[in-house]
């Protein structure tokens, strides 16, 4: 088939290379020129491991190109998907969904009435009636739109996309639905499940699974703080629980919290368009979900208070600045808010990510970036491990304690192997466990 791909950041980037490897004709639509310019040079611009490389096989092979704007050749395409972000407002909870209107203006002029509109961005449940309205005053036929939202993990973006868990599509009439199949026909044939619901759940699907998520993980957070002053361990805490498969491990792990660009906002926007809806209370504990999330990283630097005192011009390295390993999106990143509530009580701030850095300049200057993990532990005083990146969990201790003048590590994700980095002299904290052993 022939689609276009409005927006090509995380999101679309990737579905972009998918559709492609699927077999279809694809033209990916980007508003931001560096971006353009980069994609067409076979980068996504961000990393995604195996991203680039399939990118390139995809344009080399004539199936996907890259445009700015629409023309006629996009006009023809059966199904638009639009993957343009909805990031949290300044002033509120809500989500800004005025990328979604804004790519319906520019692409109304050009739709055929045939064609199918497919949104998946995250959006409030009922953001696809209002653009459908939109929609119809814009083209003045009544357009095709449904809903098919994106359940991809970055880091496994491209495997997530080519053979996510299960397809999701939100539709209110037959032509969006033959299309959907159509587009996704090897998907299905491969048992990939394939649900068809109406565009309200579609929407909503998202919000429940990632409210869901972060629920868990805050769960297991909250049993961490508990852990910590009655002197258990939250990790066997997990491991117990997680034995019995109604609970189950995934999504288990106490530690720093979820980041990102999408749970913390996804939480917060189901919070508000709850209330508009006049249901605020139904998912009012999620305030409570996200104040745990949040005080996590407070843990962490009242931890280095609590052995280096007065953090003011004491130097801590942060490891890790991206909100998961083989990511570089600093978006929520707990280890960027650990980093800048160390760096608000005066500490000097040395961050290392083997990816993240750039990021993390745009946005916080004020932070030390250091390339080198090796430099990076030069005259620190203490070391927090906020990603968990494979080099952190892979680094020998006995190589930097010498470097650490409190030989001080505080393990944000609860990976490290604790004997190891005892015996190498460190003292070991880690979040929701009393760690014995340390002299
Ligand atoms: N990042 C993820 O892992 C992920 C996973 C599932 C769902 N989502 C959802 O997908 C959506 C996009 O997220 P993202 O992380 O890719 O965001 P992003 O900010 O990385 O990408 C959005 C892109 O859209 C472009 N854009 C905006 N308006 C445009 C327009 N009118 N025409 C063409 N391009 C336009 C922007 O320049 C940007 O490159 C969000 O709703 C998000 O919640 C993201």
């Known amino acids: 088939m022939k689609i276009t791909v409005i927006g090509l950041g995380y999101l679309g980037a990737t579905h972009a290379v998918a559709m492609s490897k699927t077999g279809h004709q694809v033209i990916g639509l980007e508003k931001n020129p560096a971006k353009l310019e980069s994609l067409k040079q076979g980068k996504a611009g961000f990393f995604e491991p195996g991203l680039d490389e399939a990118l390139a096989v995809e344009i080399a092979s004539g199936r996907l190109t890259f445009q700015a704007d629409h023309d006629e050749n996009s006009a023809a395409a059966d199904l638009h998907f639009i993957c343009v972000g909805t990031p949290q407002t300044k002033e509120s909870l809500a989500a800004d969904t005025s990328y979604l209107f804004s790519a319906i203006e520019d692409l109304a002029p050009h739709l055929k009435p045939e064609s199918v509109v497919v949104g998946k961005s995250t959006v409030p449940v009922g953001t696809a009636a209002a653009l459908h309205s939109r929609l119809a005053e814009l083209t003045g036929f009544e357009p095709h739109l449904a809903w098919n939202p994106e359940f991809l993990r970055e880091g496994t973006a491209l495997e997530d996309s080519l053979r996510p868990d299960r397809l999701v599509v939100g539709v209110n009439d037959e032509r969006s639905e033959a299309a959907l199949r159509e587009v996704f026909a090897p998907m299905i044939a491969s048992g990939i499940p394939f649900l068809v619901v109406d565009i309200p759940t579609a929407e909503l699907v998202k919000a429940a699974a990632n409210a869901f998520l972060a629920t868990k993980i805050s769960f297991i957070n909250a049993m961490a ?215």
């Open 225 to 439: 703080e508990i852990a910590e002053v009655a002197g258990a361990d939250a990790s066997q805490l997990a491991e117990a629980i997680g034995y019995d498969e109604r609970i189950g491990n995934k999504f288990l792990r106490n530690g720093v919290g979820f980041g990102g660009g999408c749970l913390p906002k996804d939480i917060r926007a189901l919070m508000a368009r709850a209330e508009e809806l006049g249901v605020g209370q139904s998912v009012a504990y999620l305030k409570e979900i996200d104040n745990i999330n949040l005080r996590r990283r407070e843990r962490v630097v009242a931890m280095l208070e609590a052995e280096l005192g007065n953090l003011s011009k004491k130097r801590i390295l942060v490891l890790g600045a991206a909100f998961k390993p083989d990511s570089d999106d600093v978006r929520d990143s707990p280890a960027l808010g650990i980093a800048m509530l160390a760096y608000a009580k005066g500490a000097e701030v040395v961050i290392h990510d083997p990816v993240a850095l750039p990021g993390v300049a745009l946005k916080h200057p004020e932070l030390i970036g250091q390339q080198d993990l090796e430099k990076a532990f030069s005259d620190v005083e203490a070391v927090v491990l906020a990603t968990e990146w494979r080099e952190y969990r892979q680094l020998d201790p006995a190589t930097v304690v010498g470097k650490v003048a409190n030989a001080l590590i505080i393990d944000g994700r609860n990976v490290l192997d604790i004997n190891s980095w005892q015996h190498a002299g460190f003292k070991v904290l880690a979040l929701g466990k009393n760690v014995k052993g340390n002299k």
